[in-house]
């Protein structure tokens, strides 16, 4: 199984809006409307952001967004709060053979 | 309140054994898949395994196949990792992770994780 890719870091200041991608293959994200976010802060269990591509658990600040298109999903945060500089995974499933898949993660900062 | 906790981490050899367990709380345990993410020190989540409700279904990352088994036992609300052959980059923090409904429509509660370090 090979990881989605993330870009290491990403960063924005107060109030900014910042995306991140995560790349996959028609195996993966291409081929199913499966992708979730995690947030993880230091020294903490992660917590689903995003699932389906685009849905918010309840809870989840409407300021996170996801979305898709072909082989790539996106992470957007709006607005950007101190207490959203964290970690960030991408999860797609993979089908019955490589069931799921994570992104390398994204060290998100806010300035 | 919804709640896993992880138990059975720990020092082990390498070539040795170890079970992980994953007691659950505060939902309908046997309705849901549930999930192994381990993630090494300094590194990113690494999915491990999942586990259908019924415990009918079980699924392994290519790294853990044939070392590791998962299993519940449902009349518990416990999950279990059972890990053989046991390999240095086996090291890591195992969480548990209950999925919202099965795991590839995501992970919506996690465990506190469980360390496990493989060293002579």
């Known amino acids: 199984q090979s990881a989605l890719t993330q870009p290491p870091s990403a960063s924005g200041s107060p109030g900014q809006s910042v995306t991140i991608s995560c790349t996959g293959t028609?195996?993966?994200?291409?081929?199913?409307?499966?992708v979730s976010w995690y947030q993880q802060h230091p020294g903490k269990a992660p917590k689903l952001m995003i699932y389906?591509?685009?849905e918010r658990p309840s809870g989840v600040p409407d300021r996170f967004s996801g979305s898709k298109s072909g082989n790539t999903a996106s992470l957007t945060v709006s607005g950007l709060q101190a207490e959203d500089e964290a970690d960030y995974y991408c999860?797609?499933?993979?089908?019955?053979?490589?069931?799921?898949?994570f992104g390398g993660g994204t060290k998100l900062t806010v300035l | 309140e919804v709640q896993l906790l992880e138990s059975g981490g720990g020092l082990v050899q390498p070539g040795g054994s170890l079970r992980l367990s994953c007691a659950a709380s505060?939902?309908?345990?046997?309705?849901?898949?549930m999930s192994w993410v381990r993630q090494a020190p300094g590194k990113g989540l690494e999915w491990v395994s999942a586990?259908?409700?019924?415990?009918?279904?079980?699924y392994y990352a290519d790294s853990v196949k044939g070392r590791f088994t998962i299993s519940r036992d449902n009349s518990k609300n416990t999950l279990y990792l059972q890990m053989n052959s046991l390999r240095a980059e086996d090291t890591a923090v195992y969480y548990c992770a209950k999925a919202r409904q099965l795991v590839r429509h995501g992970m919506d509660v996690w465990g506190q994780g469980t360390t496990v370090t493989v060293s002579s």
């Open positions: 999860s797609s499933y993979a089908g019955s053979n490589n069931f799921e898949v």
């Open positions: 389906e591509v685009s």
């Open positions: 505060g939902f309908t345990f046997s309705t849901y898949a």
């Open positions: 028609s195996s993966d994200i291409g081929g199913y409307n499966y």
């Open positions: 586990i259908s409700g019924s415990g009918g279904g079980t």
